[in-house]
């Protein structure tokens, strides 16, 4: 199974930064930043079928190419900055990890605007 090789390598990665941190901080941050790096790939080479089953879906199902586009956009965003920020909080810098979420979520709200004013504005309509 596959997690388990995620797993392995995020105990490797573990074990590896921890002997390396008594020697020298900045090296087991890399060492750290690489583990996750290395999961990070792993995990995005699988995101591919996924997409591929919900176009598939969106096809059938006549909805707007611009909606589900949106959502993943805004997925990816989440997983992104999410990576992001624990990357920063392995490295101390908690400050950092907060603006890099604040700003994923601005991001989220510009990117998700569109959708919120047309169910707006289909509410309006079924108002008389």
Do not use: H
């Amino acid at each position: 199974m596959e997690i388990f090789q995620v797993v392995g390598i995020g105990l490797i990665g573990t074990v590896l930064a921890i002997f390396v941190k008594e020697r020298n901080k900045e090296a087991a941050v890399l060492v750290s930043l690489a583990t996750g790096i290395v999961i990070f790939l792993f995990a995005i080479s699988r995101v591919g079928a996924i997409i591929e089953v919900l176009w598939k879906l969106a096809t059938r199902a006549q909805v707007n190419v611009f909606y589900l586009t949106t959502v993943l956009k805004i997925i990816g965003i989440s997983y992104i900055a999410e990576f992001g920020a624990q990357v920063c909080r392995d490295a101390g810098e908690g400050s950092t990890a907060g603006k890099i979420e604040f700003a994923a979520k601005i991001l989220v709200m510009v990117l998700a605007m569109p959708i919120i004013v047309a169910i707006l504005e289909s509410i309006l309509r079924l108002i008389p």
